[in-house]
């Protein structure tokens, strides 16, 4: 991959204090209104062992790689968390009474996505205002945080079509690399390769993988991933669809109360009540990419995700539509036993076998 | 195998959704629980048992608009719109101390949701799949405690094609968020109501005569906590089986203010009682936090026979302040997310640590029911406080439910060993 191409918003790396986020429903903007720099945190999976003591080992491996991490002294000393689900509070919880950071902020995630859940959203956005900016020791204000939203709306939007094409894997990798790096990251040169012919069509969905995991294991193993419904992925492509200037002339107040609502509206993590609006979407990305399976993959004790598994069986087997699922361990170590059990997958896709699943 | 076990055996294998829904079972149910044979140490779990019974068996019968909700859903709502109660996870404890639970963990299990889930959910899962669990005409679902909850509810609303309301209590209780939620309890009052025949106002109304009574109880109540702080403790935490389901289900209720009121004044004819023992018999005072497992086991007597006592249950505790009769649907809103198990786990832990100090415990037992992420997950910062505050804290791993977890002698050496340090 080049490193070369366009900075996204013309930032210089390091000049800024990292704020570290972990849930896809952090408005970065706010942050980077503050005049401070949104980094998305993922951890070492393989690493973790050393949270157990802090963090029930039956809790997500993604959160407790995180926890390692900071344990370890290598993430930032301010974050912001999203109540997204019982294992992100209590990381927030034990992050914040063992660790001491210098900054810790739990924002409020409602499921809803109705009047109240904006509400409630909007009441929090609003509290997260006060303390970055307290925090920053500046003001958010309707020009910095409008700016903001149009280069975040921008970053997405040039990132999807550098990575219109792609295979599922390259697109997580630019959409991570976003995440990690935020603004101030070098968008690669499109280089023209596209994700080809080869390889079994196939759409992944679940909550948050890396790009040289279980994913690499996917093409390794023959998938040709066309569509990569993660948190990681493809979720973290869409557009808000806030333009930056149908905010001029909101305050800092109007604007935040647009943002509430653009992020809930977004294509929803298995946590929402509206959670079967995710369904419709990963059923179109089937339809529309001409994929001829779905890969479900779910972190270990992930509940969002496990719980949402037999309900979108259903909507898949109702198309006709095969499912494999698999459980990552966020390490994925395992490789040749998930190897195996993709292959006998793709296997039975190339056979054109009528409608059945493997799970 | 004796006359109870072979009756247990019958029971179980007979089990079936027609006979939960049969009128002859539940007169035998209720005969039994009058019966010479139903003669609990508590008078109050009488009124407990008998209230449970009626209202189980509405549901069952289809007496009455069923409406399933979740732990921290305010029960006194459910009173005011006239609706019948059911909470899926408290028939889930039912279930396997009946020792039925296996069976419907396999169904859920086959279902597709994996063992890493709590088996309370699970059980509710395969058990109301099964049409073992009365259908819901609605179902609501506070966000708190745990988010198994909300997707369990979810989940079998789709299945059993059930109206689903979920309530998004704020983590932290601010003012404009304490109203919201107010509004979505407002809102649920119409929709309950319409369910239930009755117009908005007169659900309002119902309410406000709810909250009289469920501030009568919680006034009881704190007398029964005043006299559980005694030395010695009248009450062990073994013999308040109906304590937590009528905090869940029955404030609201005269029932409830009657259930406390027989507690409370058992209790004070204990305390006088030539039997009441003395304080040297308590060889340690302990608080209980989270749940105990519900199937048969011997280990609430094993610790009685070593002179150690739960003075303290987590989950028998009032956390709520007494409710505005002008403002009904803000103080449930209050009530629901004053709660120490919604937020982050410090308030969880700073209230703990507040527990241990006014009961004089010794010690503090978590139980870590596997699966239950939000407590399981906030347990090291709990035992950190409580630590803090000078209280030893033994976490304890296990399931509430799955009796195929359950092993004795491992948990009563880890028991054993924690006592003697005390």
Request: hydrophobic share 40%.
């Amino acid at each position: 991959m080049k490193a070369e191409g366009m900075r996204l918003a013309g930032e210089k790396e390091g000049t800024r204090q990292e704020v570290g986020w972990l849930c896809a429903y952090t408005p970065v903007e706010l942050i980077e209104a503050a005049g401070l720099r949104p980094v998305r945190i993922f951890g070492d999976g393989a690493d973790s062992d050393e949270a157990n003591s802090l963090l029930h080992p039956a809790t997500c491996p993604y959160l407790r790689a995180c926890l390692a991490a900071g344990q370890r002294g290598s993430e930032p000393r301010a974050l912001v968390f999203a109540n997204s689900c019982d294992g992100m509070r209590r990381l927030h919880d034990a992050w914040k009474h063992f660790l001491g950071p210098d900054f810790c902020f739990l924002l409020d995630l409602p499921r809803r996505v109705d009047r109240a859940g904006v509400g409630i959203f909007h009441q929090d956005l609003l509290r997260l205002r006060d303390a970055l900016e307290s925090f920053a020791g500046r003001a958010i204000t309707p020009d910095s945080l409008r700016q903001a939203v149009g280069d975040w709306e921008r970053a997405r939007r040039e990132l999807r079509a550098s990575a219109d094409g792609l295979d599922g894997v390259e697109r997580v990798r630019r959409s991570i690399a976003l995440q990690e790096k935020g603004l101030s990251w070098s968008l690669p040169v499109h280089s023209g390769e596209g994700a080809g012919e080869s390889g079994v069509p196939v759409v992944v969905t679940g909550n948050i993988l890396r790009a040289d995991g279980l994913l690499a294991l996917m093409q390794e193993a023959g998938c040709r991933l066309v569509g990569a419904d993660i948190c990681s992925g493809d979720r973290f492509f869409q557009d808000l669809g806030i333009r930056e200037a149908a905010l001029e002339g909101l305050d800092v107040d109007a604007i935040i109360a647009r943002l509430a609502e653009a992020y809930l509206a977004r294509i929803p993590c298995a946590r929402m009540s509206d959670g079967s609006r995710r369904h419709v979407h990963v059923l179109e990305t089937v339809r529309t990419n001409g994929a001829r399976g779905v890969i479900y993959v779910s972190i270990k004790f992930c509940d969002s995700f496990i719980y949402d598994f037999p309900r979108l069986r259903a909507a898949l087997d109702a198309a006709s539509i095969p499912v494999l699922m698999l459980e990552s361990d966020y390490s994925d170590q395992h490789e040749g036993q998930l190897l195996t059990r993709i292959e006998a997958f793709l296997e039975i896709l190339r056979e054109n076998a009528p409608a059945g699943r493997m799970c | 195998m004796g006359l109870v076990e072979d009756l247990a055996e019958k029971f179980k294998n007979d089990f079936s959704p027609e006979l939960l829904r049969s009128r002859l079972f539940w007169r035998t149910a209720r005969r039994l629980a009058r019966s010479r044979w139903n003669k609990p140490d508590w008078q109050a779990d009488v009124v407990s048992l008998s209230y449970f019974l009626a209202k189980t068996q509405q549901a069952f019968l289809g007496q009455g608009t069923v409406v399933w909700a979740n732990l921290l859903f305010p029960p006194e709502l459910l009173h005011a719109a006239g609706a019948c109660p059911f909470y899926p996870e408290m028939a889930s404890a039912v279930v396997a101390s009946l020792g039925l639970s296996p069976r419907f963990l396999d169904e859920a299990a086959s279902a597709g949701f994996t063992r890493d889930t709590c088996s309370f959910h699970r059980t509710a899962l395969g058990a109301a799949s099964g049409g073992f669990y009365p259908a819901p005409a609605m179902m609501l679902s506070a966000s708190y405690p745990c988010d198994s909850a909300s997707h369990t509810f979810h989940y079998l609303a789709e299945k059993l094609g059930s109206e689903y309301i979920g309530f998004d209590v704020p983590a932290h209780p601010e003012p404009a968020s304490l109203e919201i939620l107010a509004g979505q309890f407002q809102e649920a009052a119409l929709r309950l109501g319409e369910r239930t025949g009755r117009r908005e106002s007169q659900v309002t109304e119902n309410l406000r005569g709810a909250l009289v009574l469920s501030n009568r109880a919680r006034a009881l109540l704190l007398d029964v906590e005043e006299m559980r702080r005694a030395r010695p403790c009248p009450l062990s935490g073994r013999e308040l089986p109906g304590q937590l389901s009528m905090i869940t289900a029955a404030f609201g209720t005269e029932e409830a203010v009657q259930f406390y009121r027989m507690l409370r004044d058992q209790m004070a004819e204990r305390m006088q009682s030539p039997d009441a023992g003395d304080a040297d018999g308590e060889r340690a005072r302990l608080l209980w936090m989270h749940l105990r497992p519900y199937y048969p086991n011997g280990l609430s007597d094993w610790l009685e026979e070593r002179g150690a006592r739960v003075v303290c249950d987590e989950f028998a505790l009032c956390t709520w302040e007494e409710m505005d009769l002008d403002e009904p649907y803000l103080s449930l809103a209050r009530k629901v997310a004053g709660h120490f198990l919604v937020g982050p786990a410090d308030r969880r832990a700073r209230a703990m640590a507040a527990a241990a100090r006014d009961y004089q415990v010794d010690g503090a037992v978590h139980f870590n029911h596997w699966g239950c992420r939000q407590s399981c997950a906030g347990a090291p910062l709990v035992r950190s406080r409580l630590a803090e505050a000078g209280i030893p804290t033994l976490i304890l791993e296990g399931d509430c439910v799955d009796e195929r977890e359950y092993q004795e002698g491992q948990l009563r050496t880890r028991l054993e060993g924690f006592l003697e340090s005390l």
